[in-house]
């Protein structure tokens, strides 16, 4: 499938992220380092702007997300609409739980693991990656034209992959960046930084 020219970014550093917490579907608010990264974000929107007034904009609806999107949208005269379809993958119980307290009591899992996202993809309870795929998929096909879409780490690396056409191990591999877009034209991306 083609699918119409995507600008994706990850929502700025919180502190859970520098806490080493799962967030999943939980929230926490944006470090100071996280909103100079959403600004960041900002700055890079405005140098393309010219080609992106006209864009669609979804955000997760998860606080973390649209804190990043009122950041980097600040003063472009842009707005944003919540989809339910960006939002992280819950972990289930352990969204919220140190990765430490998961390596203790999940030791196998969090051994198989090969970083926090394969880990929350592997939560007993959790989302898991057939679910992430199928609703990645459906807001992918839905798009119609040029879009910026706020989302999160895990999230971010399957709609890259989607868009991409890689496998899920593929997937797993893939920078999750904060601060940066990753603009993604004919299966091409190109990280703009």
């Known amino acids: 499938m083609t699918y119409p020219t995507v600008y994706l970014l990850r929502h700025g550093q919180t502190q859970w992220n520098v806490a080493a917490r799962l967030q999943g ?3 926490s608010d944006l470090t100071e380092q996280g909103r100079a990264q959403a600004l960041r974000q900002g700055a890079l929107l405005s140098e393309h702007w010219g080609d992106l007034r006209a864009a ?20 472009l005269g842009a707005e944003f609409q919540a989809d339910a379809r960006l939002r992280e993958i819950t972990a289930g119980s352990w969204d919220g739980a140190h990765l430490d307290e998961i390596a203790r009591s999940d030791a196998p899992l969090f ?9 929350m993809f592997l939560a007993p309870d959790g989302e898991g990656a057939q679910a992430v795929i199928a609703r990645c998929t459906d807001l992918l096909d839905a798009l119609s034209k040029t879009s910026i879409l706020f989302t999160h780490g895990a999230t971010l690396c399957v709609l890259r992959g989607l868009l991409r056409g890689l496998t899920f191990e593929e997937m797993l591999d893939l920078s999750h960046e904060q601060g940066c877009i990753y603009k993604i034209e004919n299966g091409v991306e190109t990280i703009l930084r």
Not at 64 to 74: E, V
Not at 111 to 119: D, G
Request: net charge negative; aromatic share 4%.
């Open 25 to 27: 579907r939980l929230d």
């Open 56 to 75: 669609d904009i979804l955000c997760s609806p998860l606080g973390r997300a649209q804190a990043t999107a009122h950041l980097a949208l600040d003063g």
């Open 111 to 119: 051994e198989q693991a090969r970083n926090s996202f394969e880990l």
